[in-house]
């Protein structure tokens, strides 16, 4: 996907689709390493919060016509 973007946009937003990317997962492994439910939760929060910032870098992505829908 990222290969489409104009030259100066891959290093910005492809980084930080990249580290949300990578963000969510880590934070589940994490959360499961936790000894509470409460702990568990606030890392699924963070999981989730990392997908709510991938959705939103692929709508602008998008809606600057580098990918389509």
Do not use: W
Request: net charge negative.
């Amino acid at each position: 996907m990222a290969t489409k973007f104009p030259k100066e946009e891959r290093f910005e937003l492809t980084s930080q689709l990249t580290r949300a990317s990578l963000s969510v997962p880590l934070n589940i492994v994490e959360g499961c390493g936790r000894f509470t439910d409460k702990d568990f939760a606030h890392f699924l929060d963070t999981a989730l919060g990392s997908i709510n910032e991938i959705d939103y870098c692929c709508l602008c992505a998008s809606e600057l016509k580098y990918i389509s829908e």
